[in-house]
């Protein structure tokens, strides 16, 4: 437990310090980068997007809170997780989720290894293909950092990658479910895609609690608002 807790620290120190990579594209991208953030055009919807799953602990729970609310999701699913869990990651889509590709393992690269890159990415992708039935459309880097080789690699494996223009900092050991709603609340405009997490794999222990607490705040707020919460699919981002 202890090196469990030591990586989740890890993880939360490294991911606090990240702002979405698309924040430091040069303005003359910015096109794209907004595309890449997840800037959606269809007016009126707030893309739902959950990483780091699927998580026989925390997901059901996820997954049937969506269903309370009548809300669909994008859930960027981990190969690694889903080898574990695969008839989870199925009813995800016979529930009529999306899923998606956040790699293989959670893990940011520190050197470029272009092959290596495609290889993890091609895995991680098969896996969610066959093990959910169907197949993947978005690709999201561990930690939101995109660089170069993944990027390629997503791109000639067909996928769109896409980050967040939202998130509830949902993954600390102090995120309540008040929090993360006070947190996400700004960023909860048309267009919008917001980041959470339906597993605590590489957050603070018990973290996807907060994220649990938060989704009724979410969603009661969107429906006030005139916005809609769904997946990706729906979102109309242009291609990147
Ligand atoms: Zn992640």
Known sequence: MKARHLLAAAAAVEFAHLAPAAVRLPALRRTVARRTAGSGAAPGHVALTFDDGPDPRSTPFVRDALDEHGARATLFLLGAM????????????????????????????????????????????????????AR???????????????????????????????????????????????????????????????????????????????????????RAHGLTLGPLRDHAVGPN
């Open 136 to 222: 993947p459309l978005w690709y999201r880097p561990p930690y939101g950092v995109l660089t170069a080789g993944p990027a390629l690699a997503a791109r000639r494996l067909g996928l769109r990658s896409v980050l967040w223009t939202a998130w509830g900092r949902d993954w600390t050991a102090e995120a309540t479910g008040a929090s993360v709603f006070a947190t996400a609340r700004p960023g909860l405009t048309g267009g919008a895609t917001l980041l959470l997490h339906d597993s605590d794999c590489t957050s603070a222990p018990g973290s996807w609690r907060a994220t649990l607490a938060a989704l009724p705040l979410i969603a009661a707020h969107c």
């Open 82 to 133: 889903l080898e574990r869990a695969p008839a989870l990651g199925r009813e995800l889509v016979t529930r009529g989720h999306e899923v998606a590709v956040h790699g293989w393992h959670h893990r940011q690269q520190w050197y470029p290894a272009p092959a290596r890159d495609l290889r993890e990415l091609r895995r991680a992708t098969g896996a969610v293909t066959d093990l959910c039935g």
